[in-house]
């Protein structure tokens, strides 16, 4: 990696979050961030890497946005007045207060994950802007053409601009209400990484890692919240397996096929030090952090058989109350049919096929499929996995689904 896409990609965030905070204008910042992105690119293998590589971005990013301000001024005499003082002290470097770092990249998850924007921008804008990613990677971790992508990030910067969304930290109580969202974005980011929903490639681990770094960005910067801990919980302990995940040609390996030595035990160690924060705030375990906890019975388990799957059970019942969907119903099946038998899964399961409630997804067909196969009814589960194929956008997926499938007609 060439110098100038490392500093960008460690110290992006704090680059734009700065800028914010100067320009008063997050899509101004943005912009002018990346035009000293694209200077550095031509003129640091010209003229070699600078001493302070973080001071020179700003500095050339500020005076592009004083360029901008003199442009606008005709219109605003607000930012006419700010380019005019600026240039009068004569100060070349933005100015950097060690003290709001922490609050400026707060601050940017939070407009970048505000809730005018749709999903689908809060993702682009969050992994641009505080991830540091180009519309290219991002495009690529989704697999959307790169137009999109940039419309997306165009459109979100208008909107918050629309909006008048101030750059700065919101109060303490609409944080806490708003939390939520930056920590679904992150977790939409990191299970695209972990199981892409459609492609030629199982796991897509740059964008599940660069999650986590997020989310370690955000424990960081809110210590007292549970659910970052949990989130960054889940992350490691998911994470965790991925060197087991895949074969040396990027087949599937399923979790009772895996070679549990291969899991990273650091990565454990560490998610289980995040559940441990989680729980000592002394609120109880939210959605993530019941998640983390179902994940930590796998990593602490030697096989699928000594797995305490009756505590599985028991954490997915909690978490179906905290945070009903039918996709935790359906885990909540799969874990019933390792504690008690395949029968009363497929009772949570018909009513899920009953109730329409996961149409058009691969997973029901996959489970009432695995469960079929347990009770001997070969047919009927024959045609639930080539129907989870049929609906399956991943190749690797889709792959082991007509190997089972195939598997049973030999049968």
């Not at 929903?197 to 960081?220: F, K, N, P, V, W």
């Not at 399961?349 to 009432?368: I, K, M, Y």
């Not at 079929?372 to 047919?379: E, K, M, Y």
Request: charge should be neutral; hydrophobic fraction near 45%.
């Amino acid at each position: 990696m060439q110098p100038v896409e490392a500093v960008w990609r460690m110290e992006s965030a704090r680059i734009v979050g700065a800028l914010a905070r100067y320009t008063r204008d997050f899509a101004l910042a943005e912009d002018v961030a990346q035009e000293a992105l694209a200077e550095a690119l031509v003129s640091w293998p010209r003229d070699g890497v600078p001493a302070d590589p973080v001071a020179w971005l700003l500095s050339t990013a500020r005076r592009r946005a004083i360029d901008a301000f003199r442009r606008r001024s005709a219109r605003d005499d607000r930012y006419a007045t700010l380019a005019a003082s600026r240039e009068a002290a004569g100060d070349d470097e933005l100015p950097w207060d060690p003290d709001r770092i922490e609050d400026d990249l707060l601050a940017l998850m939070f407009i970048s994950c505000h809730p005018v924007l749709s999903p689908e921008a809060r993702v682009a804008l969050t992994l641009r802007a505080v991830g540091g990613l180009t519309s290219e990677e991002i495009a690529r971790a989704f697999l959307v053409p790169v137009p999109t992508v940039q419309a997306r990030i165009t459109r979100a910067k208008k909107t918050i601009a629309a909006a008048g969304v101030p750059f700065e930290l919101p109060p303490a109580e609409e944080r806490r209400q708003r939390l939520g969202g930056v920590l679904s974005v992150l977790y939409v980011i990191f299970t695209e990484g972990s199981t892409a929903t459609a492609g030629d490639d199982l796991l897509r681990t740059d964008l599940a890692y660069e999650a986590i770094r997020l989310a370690r960005m955000l424990c960081s910067l809110l210590p007292a919240e549970p659910e970052a801990h949990g989130l960054l919980a889940l992350f490691e302990l998911t994470a965790s397996r991925f060197p087991a995940r895949t074969g040396p040609g990027g087949e599937a390996i399923l979790l009772e096929d895996q070679d549990r030595r291969r899991w990273d035990r650091s990565a454990i160690r560490r998610g289980l030090a995040a559940l441990g924060q989680a729980a000592k705030q002394g609120r109880g375990l939210g959605p993530y952090g019941l998640q983390a906890a179902i994940a930590a019975c796998h990593a602490c388990a030697a096989s699928v058989a000594a797995t305490d799957w009756e505590r599985v059970v028991l954490l997915y019942e909690a978490l179906g109350r905290v945070a009903p969907s039918p996709v935790v119903e359906l885990n909540r099946a799969v874990a019933v049919a390792m504690a008690s038998g395949p029968r009363p899964a497929l009772e949570i399961v018909d009513d899920l096929v009953a109730t329409d409630r996961l149409a058009g997804s691969h997973l029901l067909p996959t489970v009432r499929g695995e469960l079929l196969t347990r009770l001997g009814r070969t047919a009927e589960a024959r045609a639930e996995l080539e129907l989870a194929a049929r609906l399956c956008g991943n190749v690797q997926e889709r792959a082991v689904l007509l190997r089972k499938a195939a598997a049973l007609s030999d049968g």
